[in-house]
Each structure stands twice: as C-alpha cells, then as structure tokens.
T-cell receptor, first 115, second 114 residues
Framework: ETGVTQTPRHLVMGMTNKKSLKCEQHLGHNAMYWYKQSAKKPLELMFVYNFKEQTENNSVPSRFSPECPNSSHLFLHLHTLQPEDSALYLC??????????????FGPGTRLTVL | TQLLEQSPQFLSIQEGENLTVYCNSSSVFSSLQWYRQEPGEGPVLLVTVVTGGEVKKLKRLTFQFGDARKDSSLHITAAQPGDTGLYLCAGVVVRGSNTGKLIFGQGTTLQVKP
C-alpha cells in the first residue's frame, strides 16, 4: 500500500464510450502525475499537476482530458479512444511541486482495454 | 533525445544466484532512482542516488551511481523468488529542454526460480 489508490483497476471500453479514471493520494503531496505504461516501452509521462494547476502536458491527444479538483484527487477523462490507447495507466504523487528528485509514489494502475 | 537504456531486458535465474542490472545513458542526471514493479501493481521506489560514485545498500541489493552521473547499476546478491519483478531506473535530467524531468528506462524483467 503506497498511499495512492486508483479506480477502477480494470476497464474495458468501446471506442465511442466516455469513461473516467480516478486517483486519490493520502500522503499530503502537492504534485500528481498521469503515466501511460505500454508493453516493452518506457513509462510515458502524460500530465503533471502542481498544487492543482497543470504544469505539464506531454503532447497528449485531446481524447485524454485530466482534471485535478484538489491536491489529493486526480481524474483522467477518456473519450473516443483508439485501440492503441490500451495500456496500464498509472497515477503517481510526490511531495514537491514538480518533477523533482524526491521520488514518486505510484498507484496500482488501471488496466485499460479499448475494443 | 535523452534515453535511459537498461540491460538486460529480461533475466531468468535460479534462487541463490547473483545478478547485475545496468542503466546507461549519454546524458547526465542530477539523481537516479530505482523502482521495482510487481505484476498488477505500480512501481515502488527502492532508492535514490544523487552523488557521482555513490553506493547504497538495501539488504541484498546494492545500487551504484556512476562517477559521471550517466549510468547506474543494481546488484542483487543471492536472489530470492520474492525479488521477481520489473526493475525500472529513472533519471532526473539536468540539461536541455527536459531539465528537471524524470525519464524512465524500459525496464528489466527479473524472474527468480525456486
């Protein structure tokens, strides 16, 4: 248990569906992240939020829409996804407000399959 | 493009054997982190090394940061089945457009057979 929870753990959706991934951290951290993990590829940073403000969008397609209502919660809204978007989506948090060297705490991930 | 290359990509050994995983780059990093990820879970931070030449030990795991801060290694002594997992290195970039960013290697999958 790392103090970062994600729901759902598994999600299967069609290309026309709209769904949302949820992340919650109980560590009192100020920064939260979304990563995409695909087989045989390095972790890909998608978004960074510091103190609820988005500070990084790593050229992510608009069919992925993040939302950070407060420092403890992070959402990823999904709409009209493609089969190649199937992957493990990981949420992480860290103490400092940025991509610093203080280490990141990851949630267990949501395994997403797009049909 | 700053890349972190890990080797080997896959390693299958018997319980009790020693192994070393390497993480190499042509870029300099202000610090380097190692994570372990088990199936169905997210990565868990094992250690952060920040000084060139630094060595840190975590029970049977020994981590070293290269003198030039471009590479790192993870050595496991007397591996156990519980060490099985995906080992990821990640470095904080010090130069260029990605300064301050954490970039990950592609990972080394370790399987320790009883």
């Amino acid at each position: 248990e790392t103090g970062v929870t994600q729901t759902p753990r598994h999600l299967v959706m069609g290309m026309t569906n709209k769904k949302s991934l949820k992340c919650e951290q109980h560590l009192g951290h100020n920064a939260m992240y979304w990563y995409k993990q695909s087989a045989k590829k390095p972790l890909e940073l998608m978004f960074v939020y510091n103190f609820k403000e988005q500070t990084e969008n790593n050229s992510v397609p608009s069919r992925f829409s993040p939302e950070c209502p407060n420092s403890s919660h992070l959402f990823l809204h999904l709409h009209t996804l493609q089969p190649e978007d199937s992957a493990l989506y990981l949420c992480a948090s860290s103490q400092e407000g940025g991509l610093a060297a203080d280490g990141q705490f990851f949630g267990p991930g949501t395994r997403l399959t797009v049909l | 493009t700053q890349l972190l290359e890990q080797s080997p990509q896959f390693l299958s050994i018997q319980e009790g054997e020693n192994l070393t995983v390497y993480c190499n780059s042509s870029s300099v990093f202000s610090s380097l982190q190692w994570y372990r990820q088990e199936p169905g879970e997210g990565p868990v931070l094992l250690v952060t090394v920040v000084t060139g030449g630094e060595v840190k030990k975590l029970k049977r795991l020994t981590f070293q940061f290269g003198d030039a801060r471009k590479d790192s290694s993870l050595h496991i002594t007397a591996a156990q089945p519980g060490d099985t997992g995906l080992y990821l290195c990640a470095g904080v970039v010090v130069r260029g457009s990605n300064t301050g960013k954490l970039i990950f290697g592609q990972g080394t999958t370790l399987q320790v057979k009883p």
